[in-house]
Nanobody, 128 residues
Framework: QVQLVESGGGLVQTGGSLRLSCVASGRTFSNYTMGWFRHSPGKERDFLAA????????SFADPEKDRFIISRESGKNTAYLQMNDLKPEDTAVYYC?????????????????????WGQGTQVTVSS
């Protein structure tokens, strides 16, 4: 059983930055891809970014999403999401995810149902 624990959320003013962390535990964490989604009331879960075991990054070609930068500590069970220039519409619960595959195939990694493990989520609130 894999457990994912997010931290780093909180209240920030418009234009501010936050860095979310996700630590995985429970078994040897190798050959996993990790990612981040967010969810706000009335909306679908929103893919932000993902990263493979080798460090290949996955994201949409969306200028708005360029503010979100994923990284991963090599050889460690930790992933990060650096969030810059935050806006009130970024207010949501942010979830760390992981799946039992080391790399992304074509058109893989964008959908929530592709991930096997989810964290409890961390609230991010951006005030105007």
């Amino acid at each position: 059983q894999v457990q994912l624990v997010e931290s780093g959320g909180g209240l920030v003013q418009t234009g501010g930055s936050l860095r979310l962390s996700c630590v995985a535990s429970g078994r040897t964490f190798s050959n996993y891809t990790m990612g981040w989604f967010r969810h706000s009331p009335g909306k679908e879960r929103d893919f932000l970014a993902a990263i493979s075991w080798s460090g290949a990054k996955l994201s949409f070609a969306d200028p708005e999403k360029d503010r979100f930068i994923i990284s991963r500590e090599s050889g460690k069970n930790t992933a990060y999401l650096q969030m810059n220039d935050l806006k009130p519409e970024d207010t949501a619960v942010y979830y760390c995810v992981a799946r039992d595959r080391p790399e992304f195939g074509r058109n893989e990694g964008y959908r929530p149902q592709e991930y096997d493990y989810w964290g409890q989520g961390t609230q991010v609130t951006v005030s105007s």
